[in-house]
């Protein structure tokens, strides 16, 4: 997590059941807003503590990236995705994937959420050294 994340990031008070957001994303990512629609979703479940199963949320996350909420739901109410959404879980599965999130960096894997140092010393690890800031000198601050 970026630090400026930090301090907007809420815990949820449940386990959160994702199976039904990530057919979603699997809608999204058809009409080539599968980024913002995860944006969207990141926000709903750790910054406003929505539950990310209900339908509710994911129609506002929808919207919030520029898709069609009712014909989203009318695609989760179909099971449209869930074969796709199988197959992946199935892979992740396969790949060693327990929680998510879970990030693979070369030959580390990183899961659960973490603060942006993490994964930079992992890359530093790994002789990845990070790509000049584009903040002109004192306006990053």
């Known amino acids: 997590m970026a630090p400026d994340q930090a301090a907007t990031i809420r815990l949820p008070d449940k386990l959160q059941f994702s199976f039904f957001a990530f ?80 990030f693979v960096l070369g030959r580390t894997t990183i899961v659960g959420w973490h603060y942006y140092e993490v994964f930079q010393t992992v890359m530093e690890q790994q002789g990845i050294q990070p790509k000049p800031s584009s903040v002109p000198a004192n306006q990053g601050d």
């Not at 129609?59 to 919030?64: N, P």
């Not at 898709?67 to 796709?84: H, K, V």
């Open 23 to 102: 057919q979603a994303l699997e809608f999204a990512r058809d009409r080539g807003l599968a980024l913002p629609f995860k944006s969207a979703v990141f926000n709903a479940l750790w910054v406003h503590g929505k539950d990310i199963a209900q339908l509710s949320t994911l129609q506002e996350a929808a919207s919030e990236a520029g898709l069609d909420a009712d014909e989203m739901a009318r695609a989760l109410y179909d099971q449209s995705y869930i074969g796709r959404t199988l197959a992946a879980l199935y892979m992740a599965k396969n790949a060693g994937v327990t929680k998510v999130p879970t």
